[in-house]
């Protein structure tokens, strides 16, 4: 059985005569590149935090041996990524 999605796929090849693309890899490359070069840009951002957490946050970073910014910027991709796990689930 096929999903709706699918169908409309199978529906679309049918009946709207699709026309290949040219240079097709050449331009599949161009997007992986601009993907890639995205992903890996880094942006420089502002944020009103609370002295307290910002105090909190130099002194776990102390405890590493790294820079605030470095476990700031850490622990947001974590968050975005769901690699980010509260203590009471681990178990």
């Not at 009946?15 to 601009?34: G, Y």
């Not at 840009?41 to 910002?54: P, Q, T, W, Y």
């Not at 476990?71 to 178990?91: C, F, M, P, R, W």
């Amino acid at each position: 059985m096929y999903s709706k999605e699918e169908l409309e796929i199978v529906d679309y090849i049918e009946n709207q005569n699709p026309k290949s693309i040219p240079d097709l890899d050449k331009k599949v490359e161009k997007m992986k590149s601009a993907v890639k070069d995205k992903q890996t840009k880094r942006k420089a951002i502002n944020i009103e935090i609370l002295e307290s957490d910002l105090e909190k946050l130099k002194t776990k970073a102390l405890e590493e041996g790294i820079p605030y910014q470095t476990l700031l910027n850490s622990l947001l991709h974590k968050y975005v990524t769901g690699q980010l796990v509260e203590k009471d689930k681990i178990a």
